[in-house]
């Protein structure tokens, strides 16, 4: 019975002391628990990073071919708001100096669809004519006019620019950004939608920038598309990006899920005008605007306290064929809110717009207002738009007008803009050479939109563009490359060539024009434009592309041609130099070495053309015609010496 008493103590006494522990060990204690998943999370994020999970999520990159002195638009940046949605390419974006450089004048463009310059793509959207006016009314600066806009994206993508933009020292910000709010990734009707709730939304997307949160993310996703395929349904409808993001989902007038929009468009512009407001960068907010006249709404419904969209639309243009302009107005206005299929902004949206814009400081872009003003009767139609809310070619120039003529009011610090020098509206158009393979580009990419829901309810399978029949080159290089079967540089490429075989040098050129203007940091471009200039005799052309192919890259070539068009249009000096430059790049190239000679000599450097021609006969004494130069060289070097002579005879001096 002892025993067991004493055991029994001794066994409490084991507990006890195992129950108490010293604050020290406690604090120890509650490390430890908490650095092991912190350490677990800690090595596999580190894990996921080395293994290259997710790709690159950055905003921005520096292409290799570019040895790190140029930035561009990540092309798999959008990938993170489009992770269900995944046959979608974003826009390439625009590319600009690494380090700004002092003279610099930087302006990034925010957007979507419209930004990018859907449909004319490359070279018709608005950023790039905005950079042709301010290079024109900013001599002595280095413009750089940074296009952003990403389509089926929303006031959450701009929100998750805004940090990596403010690195890059930009002196303006250009928003347009609106027209996808509902059914833009992330939005609250999208197929990309994570909730409802603002806050929420962008709190994750702060978190996008960890891999195992993207790993989280993918597979969940990969849950929900295995239960999806198990169950008959596809993750990821077939048709138009408008129809796989919005998935047929209406939103009528006043709705909860109207109201929940507001509330994220307000939230999201809040946010992005205070993170650039805090670093005291000018913000340009734009209105928007849309197709009023000739679109009908997409869906309408009879909501509460709501007539149909379709019947307000009818009534609009009974009072616009009547000459009631004013009241058509607002009629096209309610028709186009009343819609329940939210591909256009509503007039909430404006208000918003401006309220944000007094709130934060930032200044108002009056888009929606002037471009009523330059529209038929005052009501936007097909007159500036191409189908319910992109613009047409005069469209697009006349918002780069707006957005430059608020830069030009604001009068930033530092910036004297010599009005005298902008151009006009005509000039700014003919400066995109927009040309006619652009125009069928633009017109299959409107069909194709136009062919599929929301514009018609039954896609004809038999209809546009299976049975399409191109009318021309120019129409068969253009359907090639909306049906994604060419690049775009390669269509213009092609059309220029089949330009030049034809006879039709100046169009030809305008072709690669369009291409440089898209890219005019790549020398390439410059060069093959050059060739054809050649080619067509047009050496004055030629001349102004190789040299800036010249600037760009010195290749041979560039420095080889540009030296036999210097010396061919009497620029003899020059050309000799260049010429000698193509030979001291490569020893092969005798042809630059005999040219080089013959430049001198018609500059009247005889003795270096000599040197030259000796050097050449050295090393390649069966170069063509070589001798009868050498021979020519020596019968005017004799004639000078004869006349060198006779002039010291008649001056009295020794011969």
């Not at 993918?218 to 990821?236: F, K, P, T, Y």
């Not at 209406?250 to 109207?258: T, Y």
């Not at 041609?561 to 193509?582: D, H, P, Y």
Request: glycine residues 8%; aromatic residues 10%; hydrophobic residues 40%.
């Amino acid at each position: 019975m002892a025993k067991k008493e004493h055991h029994k103590k001794k066994q409490g006494g084991k507990r006890a002391e195992r129950k108490t522990l010293t604050r020290g060990k406690k604090v120890a204690f509650t490390l430890v628990t908490i650095c092991i998943p912190l350490l677990f999370f800690g090595i596999l994020e580190g894990s996921l990073r080395l293994a290259g999970y997710g790709g690159e999520t950055g905003l921005f990159i520096k292409p290799d071919r570019h040895q790190g002195r140029y930035v561009q638009l990540n092309p798999h940046y959008h990938e993170k708001f489009f992770h269900r949605t995944t046959t979608f390419t974003a826009g390439r974006g625009s590319v600009f100096l690494a380090e700004k450089p002092d003279n610099g004048f930087r302006v990034f463009v925010l957007g979507a669809s419209t930004t990018e310059g859907f449909p004319y793509g490359f070279n018709g959207g608005f950023p790039l004519v905005i950079q042709d006016m301010l290079e024109d009314v900013l001599p002595g600066r280095h413009v750089e006019v940074v296009n952003l806009g990403i389509t089926a994206t929303n006031t959450y993508t701009l929100y998750d620019q805004a940090r990596e933009i403010i690195r890059h020292e930009p002196d303006a910000i250009f928003i347009y950004s609106g027209q996808n709010e509902f059914y833009g990734a992330l939005g609250i009707a999208s197929a990309e939608n994570i909730g409802r709730f603002p806050g929420f939304v962008r709190f994750n997307l702060r978190l996008y920038r960890y891999r195992t949160f993207l790993m989280l993310r993918d597979a969940m996703g990969w849950v929900s598309g295995q239960a999806g395929r198990l169950s008959g349904e596809s993750d990821e409808e077939h048709g138009t990006l408008m129809q796989r993001m919005a998935q047929r989902h209406a939103i009528p007038l006043d709705s909860r899920l109207f109201e929940a929009g507001k509330r994220q468009y307000a939230g999201n512009l809040d946010a992005i005008l205070s993170t650039f407001g805090k670093r005291d960068i000018p913000v340009f907010l734009s209105s928007l605007v849309s197709n009023l006249k000739d679109h009908p709404p997409f869906y309408s419904v009879g909501a509460e306290g709501h007539p149909p969209a379709a019947e307000v639309f009818a009534g609009a243009g009974e009072a616009y064929d009547e000459g009631r302009y004013g009241e058509a107005l607002e009629a096209y206005r309610h028709a186009r809110d009343l819609d329940a299929l939210r591909f256009r902004a509503p007039a909430a949206f404006n208000d918003i717009v401006r309220r944000q814009a007094d709130r934060h400081g930032a200044r108002y872009v009056p888009m929606k207002e002037r471009m009523s003003e330059h529209a038929e009767n005052g009501i936007i139609g097909f007159d500036l738009m191409l189908e319910h809310l992109h613009p047409n070619r005069e469209g697009y120039a006349l918002m780069a007008e707006i957005f430059v003529e608020q830069l030009l009011k604001a009068g930033l610090p530092g910036l004297r803009p010599d009005r005298s020098r902008l151009g006009t509206a005509d000039h700014y158009r003919r400066a995109m050479y927009h040309t006619e393979l652009d125009e069928n580009i633009v017109r299959h990419r409107v069909l194709m939109l136009t062919h599929s829901w929301p514009f018609v309810d039954t896609v004809d399978p038999a209809g546009y563009p299976a049975n399409y029949v191109p009318e021309n080159f120019a129409d068969q290089l253009a359907f090639r490359h909306v049906r994604e079967e060419m690049e775009w540089h390669q269509a213009k490429t092609e059309m220029a060539q089949w330009h030049l075989d034809n006879g039709r040098h100046n169009d030809a050129l305008d072709e690669m024009r369009g291409i440089i203007r898209v890219v005019p940091y790549e020398a390439d471009p410059y060069e093959l434009a050059a060739r054809m200039a050649v080619e067509a005799e047009l050496l004055d052309e030629a001349a102004d592309f190789l040299e800036e192919a010249y600037r760009i890259r010195p290749s041979h070539y560039a420095v080889r041609t540009l030296g036999w068009v210097e010396a061919t249009r009497g620029n003899s000096r020059r050309g000799a130099e260049l010429l000698e430059e193509a030979w001291r790049r490569d020893r092969s190239d005798h042809a630059s070495l005999y040219r080089a000679s013959v430049a001198h000599a018609a500059a009247e450097q005889f003795d270096r053309a000599v040197e030259l021609a000796d050097q050449l006969a050295a090393i390649n004494p069966q170069f063509p015609n070589l001798e009868q130069w050498r021979g020519h060289l020596s019968h005017i070097m004799s004639v000078r010496a004869e006349r060198q002579a006779s002039a010291r005879s008649a001056n009295g001096q020794e011969p």
